[in-house]
């Protein structure tokens, strides 16, 4: 239910935001169509031109009140109908998403997964051992600087030494001689365009876990029940993992938390790498002043995003006695 | 947190010295202050020091490595890199700092008036922070770049702001919500003091080592946001900023080519800058909370 709402709202932001802004949408729409379909030699009469103006108000609801408007936007959106896209004519909204939408996917998911697990583990490690040392500085140095580096610009430095001075990988993330498809053949081409934008993703998010988890096992480390179990001689080993499952649980609300950050990132990503996600489709169709296009990514992103939240909220009950019972005295 | 500014006139100045002091003497702090004054400082001097004041001209040969002449040495274009490099920072910093200002005043606001007032307000509001902290802000700001072409650099720096606040205001929420109900502010509020004063005298001045570690936080944020956008094409155009000069060195093959000294230098300006804030903020962390030290 608090997600619904969420979803109403921040589809909402999708729909005010150009409504706010003291531009004419449909204008910029408009103009940037008559750019795109003169671009070669043909002209558009008057005549086109007008019934242009009128299809993209028509779009845009322009010539309606405000809260037919909003209806309307509703209508089509909950028919699964985004529009037409200008910076990708003559494709639909919902075909340059579905599209889009699994090269995001199978960048995302994984990248996180293995960056929140490696990290955690690495993260528990560092924090168990003896803190302070010259060592112990030096990686917490090593991974907030790593942390701190914008994925695209840790992108641009694996381009710098595994495609431009190794030859090893492509520089970009798409190919244009092999046609998508899930067959052997396709695969290992993807594979090789996808493992740099993967690993700029998951090293970078790595860092923050690794520091994240550090500071929760320390703090552990530092309660009652550490003390007492010290206390009464069980093995430290024993001791790591009570401390660890403890831990844990923040930084399972911090993966849901982190998920719009990794996705906000991963645009500016896609876009160094040609990496066809939806990222990659954002950054042209913005260029463009493509916003219909734009708005409808935003809506899938924003569900995407939340159902993702949703979904980390059920496995956090799961694991969290309190919550379990807390819900079922509800 | 930090209850350890007590309310005794004479004893206040002394513990903010030995604050500063104990700041001072954490090196993360130190180091992070240190190499971000060696990066803000020339860039705040460009004016002065760039050998090329009009950094969009082109003054000698395309794609020249470093030499005496030109420092960091030239663009496709033949412009000055190290004269892009002084302003770029110096417009970029400028963006970020006006952005995360915004920001931090816009979470403020939302943020005590949610945890001080509770009831409703609090729960709009607490709604609202927590519906922009889980969409993508980069989305939103990507949204308005499809309609707003190229804006001005004061014009992205509140672009940047307006959607930058919800890490603050939430934070600011529960310490507003945790401070409500201490006893000093009970004492308060039975003298007959209003919520809007109480805020202000009573529960600011216990926030200020809260809020500073935020706002550089959110600078780094707001930082990230700010290269993002112009690295795409989407930022102002007409000047240049250190997002501005990788997105042409990557658009104009700088990358494939092996010119490295053309989108190397902002690169390790922006990896210095977002290190050295984010190395701010966790000394500032271990002075105010004490808890914190000796780990």
Same mark, same amino acid.
């Given at each position: 239910m608090y997600y619904l709402l969420t979803w109403f709202v921040a589809v909402t932001v999708a729909w005010i935001v150009p409504r706010l802004l003291p531009y004419n949408a449909v204008e910029i729409t408009v103009s940037q169509m008559v750019r795109s379909l003169t671009q070669g030699s043909s002209m558009i009469s008057p005549q086109e031109y007008k019934e242009m103006v009128n299809y993209i108000e028509g779009l845009f609801g322009a010539n309606e009140p405000l809260w037919l408007q909003y209806v309307h936007f509703w209508e089509d959106l909950l028919h699964g109908n985004l529009g037409p896209s200008i910076a990708f004519f003559p494709a639909t909204v919902n075909k340059v998403i579905a599209e889009a939408l699994p090269y995001d996917l199978i960048l995302i998911i994984p990248s996180t997964v293995v960056a929140w697990v490696i990290g955690n583990i690495l993260g528990a490690q560092i924090g168990y051992?003896?803190?302070?040392?010259i060592t112990d500085k030096a990686s917490m140095i090593a991974f907030v600087a790593i942390n701190n580096i914008p994925f695209f610009v840790l992108g641009l430095l694996l381009i710098l030494v595994?495609?431009?001075?190794?030859?090893?990988?492509?520089?970009?993330? +798409?190919?244009?001689?092999?046609?998508?498809?899930?067959t052997w053949s396709y695969l290992p081409i993807f594979f090789r365009h996808w493992i740099l934008p993967f690993a700029s993703v998951t090293i970078v998010s790595l860092g923050g876990w690794v520091l994240g988890m550090r500071q929760l096992i320390i703090n552990e480390k530092g309660s009652d029940y550490m003390n007492y179990g010290e206390a009464l001689g069980i093995r430290p080993s024993i001791l790591s993992r009570y401390a660890m499952k403890n831990a844990f649980l923040p930084q399972i609300t911090g993966l849901a938390l982190s998920l719009g950050t990794v996705v906000g990132g991963s645009y500016v990503l896609e876009f160094i790498f040609g990496y066809p996600g939806m990222g990659y489709i954002m950054g042209i169709a913005a260029t463009d002043n493509d916003y219909l296009t734009v708005a409808g990514v935003f809506v899938v992103i924003a569900t995407v995003v939340l159902l993702a939240n949703y979904i980390v909220d059920i496995l956090y009950s799961v694991l969290d006695p309190r919550v379990r019972v807390a819900e079922v005295g509800e | 947190m930090s209850r350890r500014i007590p309310r005794p006139k004479v004893e206040v100045q002394s513990i903010r010295n030995s604050l500063l002091w104990s700041l001072l003497r954490e090196r993360f702090f130190l180091g992070g202050v240190i190499v971000l004054l060696i990066v803000v400082v020339p860039a705040l001097l460009a004016g002065v020091?760039?050998? +090329?004041?009009? +950094?969009?001209?082109?003054?000698?040969?395309?794609?020249?490595?470093?030499?005496?002449?030109y420092l960091l040495g030239t663009t496709g274009?033949?412009?000055d890199v190290f004269s892009q490099l002084l302003f770029g920072t110096q417009h970029t910093l400028f963006v970020a700092t006006v952005a995360a200002v915004l920001a931090t005043l816009i979470g403020l606001a939302i943020g005590i008036i949610a945890g001080f007032m509770g009831g409703i307000p609090d729960a709009v509001l607490n709604f609202l922070t927590n519906t922009f902290l889980v969409i993508p802000t980069f989305t939103i700001l990507l949204l308005i770049a499809s309609i707003v072409h190229h804006p001005g650099l004061q014009l992205e720096a509140v672009i940047i702001g307006a959607f930058s606040w919800p890490w603050g205001a939430r934070a600011y929420r529960s310490f507003a919500l945790n401070m409500r109900s201490r006893d000093y502010v009970t004492v308060a509020r039975l003298n007959g003091m209003g919520g809007l004063s109480i805020a202000l005298t009573e529960i600011m001045p216990q926030m200020l080592p809260y809020i500073a570690i935020m706002l550089v936080m959110t600078l780094n944020g707001a930082l990230m946001a700010d290269v993002g956008l112009d690295a795409i094409g989407l930022g102002p155009g007409n000047t240049i900023t250190l997002g501005l000069m990788i997105g042409y060195a990557w658009g104009w093959g700088a990358l494939v080519y092996n010119w490295w000294w053309w989108w190397m230098p902002p690169v390790v300006v922006i990896i210095l800058v977002a290190t050295s804030l984010t190395a701010i903020a966790i000394g500032m962390d271990r002075v105010f909370n004490p808890r914190l030290r000796g780990a």
């Amino acid at each position: 239910m608090y997600y619904l709402l969420t979803w109403f709202v921040a589809v909402t932001v999708a729909w005010i935001v150009p409504r706010l802004l003291p531009y004419n949408a449909v204008e910029i729409t408009v103009s940037q169509m008559v750019r795109s379909l003169t671009q070669g030699s043909s002209m558009i009469s008057p005549q086109e031109y007008k019934e242009m103006v009128n299809y993209i108000e028509g779009l845009f609801g322009a010539n309606e009140p405000l809260w037919l408007q909003y209806v309307h936007f509703w209508e089509d959106l909950l028919h699964g109908n985004l529009g037409p896209s200008i910076a990708f004519f003559p494709a639909t909204v919902n075909k340059v998403i579905a599209e889009a939408l699994p090269y995001d996917l199978i960048l995302i998911i994984p990248s996180t997964v293995v960056a929140w697990v490696i990290g955690n583990i690495l993260g528990a490690q560092i924090g168990y051992r003896k803190t302070g040392t010259i060592t112990d500085k030096a990686s917490m140095i090593a991974f907030v600087a790593i942390n701190n580096i914008p994925f695209f610009v840790l992108g641009l430095l694996l381009i710098l030494v595994f495609a431009v001075d190794l030859h090893w990988l492509p520089a970009t993330g +798409y190919t244009f001689s092999a046609i998508p498809r899930l067959t052997w053949s396709y695969l290992p081409i993807f594979f090789r365009h996808w493992i740099l934008p993967f690993a700029s993703v998951t090293i970078v998010s790595l860092g923050g876990w690794v520091l994240g988890m550090r500071q929760l096992i320390i703090n552990e480390k530092g309660s009652d029940y550490m003390n007492y179990g010290e206390a009464l001689g069980i093995r430290p080993s024993i001791l790591s993992r009570y401390a660890m499952k403890n831990a844990f649980l923040p930084q399972i609300t911090g993966l849901a938390l982190s998920l719009g950050t990794v996705v906000g990132g991963s645009y500016v990503l896609e876009f160094i790498f040609g990496y066809p996600g939806m990222g990659y489709i954002m950054g042209i169709a913005a260029t463009d002043n493509d916003y219909l296009t734009v708005a409808g990514v935003f809506v899938v992103i924003a569900t995407v995003v939340l159902l993702a939240n949703y979904i980390v909220d059920i496995l956090y009950s799961v694991l969290d006695p309190r919550v379990r019972v807390a819900e079922v005295g509800e | 947190m930090s209850r350890r500014i007590p309310r005794p006139k004479v004893e206040v100045q002394s513990i903010r010295n030995s604050l500063l002091w104990s700041l001072l003497r954490e090196r993360f702090f130190l180091g992070g202050v240190i190499v971000l004054l060696i990066v803000v400082v020339p860039a705040l001097l460009a004016g002065v020091i760039a050998p +090329y004041k009009d +950094y969009l001209a082109p003054v000698g040969p395309l794609n020249s490595p470093p030499s005496a002449k030109y420092l960091l040495g030239t663009t496709g274009f033949g412009q000055d890199v190290f004269s892009q490099l002084l302003f770029g920072t110096q417009h970029t910093l400028f963006v970020a700092t006006v952005a995360a200002v915004l920001a931090t005043l816009i979470g403020l606001a939302i943020g005590i008036i949610a945890g001080f007032m509770g009831g409703i307000p609090d729960a709009v509001l607490n709604f609202l922070t927590n519906t922009f902290l889980v969409i993508p802000t980069f989305t939103i700001l990507l949204l308005i770049a499809s309609i707003v072409h190229h804006p001005g650099l004061q014009l992205e720096a509140v672009i940047i702001g307006a959607f930058s606040w919800p890490w603050g205001a939430r934070a600011y929420r529960s310490f507003a919500l945790n401070m409500r109900s201490r006893d000093y502010v009970t004492v308060a509020r039975l003298n007959g003091m209003g919520g809007l004063s109480i805020a202000l005298t009573e529960i600011m001045p216990q926030m200020l080592p809260y809020i500073a570690i935020m706002l550089v936080m959110t600078l780094n944020g707001a930082l990230m946001a700010d290269v993002g956008l112009d690295a795409i094409g989407l930022g102002p155009g007409n000047t240049i900023t250190l997002g501005l000069m990788i997105g042409y060195a990557w658009g104009w093959g700088a990358l494939v080519y092996n010119w490295w000294w053309w989108w190397m230098p902002p690169v390790v300006v922006i990896i210095l800058v977002a290190t050295s804030l984010t190395a701010i903020a966790i000394g500032m962390d271990r002075v105010f909370n004490p808890r914190l030290r000796g780990a």
